[in-house]
């Protein structure tokens, strides 16, 4: 208590000063804050984007290549599948029997190794 009294006013004046710093750097500052430099890069990549979007309405695609004699003599060499049943009915299930140790794949027999 004894310190209290005897520093008090330079205690007084430091918060203060200190007051006054912070109303100075709140309320009278000219720079800018955190929250309004992100919001100006968000706006400013919004802007591109909408820039981007728009030339993209202005392409004009040339179909002539359709018409073009060799586009036209391609061949296809595609392969149709033959109507048939592919895969398993559950893939979950374990190859081969359940429970079983041993396991079928394409007509070959793996011994699985067992578990404890």
């Known amino acids: ?3 209290i009294k005897k520093n008090a006013t330079p205690i007084l ?3 203060i000063l200190l007051c006054g710093i912070y109303v100075y750097t709140t309320y009278f500052s000219g720079g800018s804050s955190g929250t309004l ?3 100006s890069d968000a706006n400013s990549t919004t802007q591109q984007l909408l820039v981007t ?3 993209l309405h202005t392409i004009k695609l040339d179909d002539s290549i359709f018409s073009n004699p060799a586009f036209q003599s391609l061949n296809d060499f595609g392969v149709t599948l033959p109507q ?3 895969g398993r009915r559950d893939p979950f299930l374990p190859v081969g ?3 079983s140790g041993a396991s ?3 007509g070959v027999q793996i011994q699985l190794p067992k578990t404890h």
């Open 1 to 3: 208590m004894d310190f």
């Open 13 to 15: 004046g430091g918060i």
């Open 37 to 39: 430099t992100a919001s």
């Open 53 to 55: 979007l728009q030339n």
């Open 84 to 86: 048939g049943t592919y």
């Open 97 to 99: 029997g359940a429970g």
């Open 104 to 106: 079928s794949a394409g």
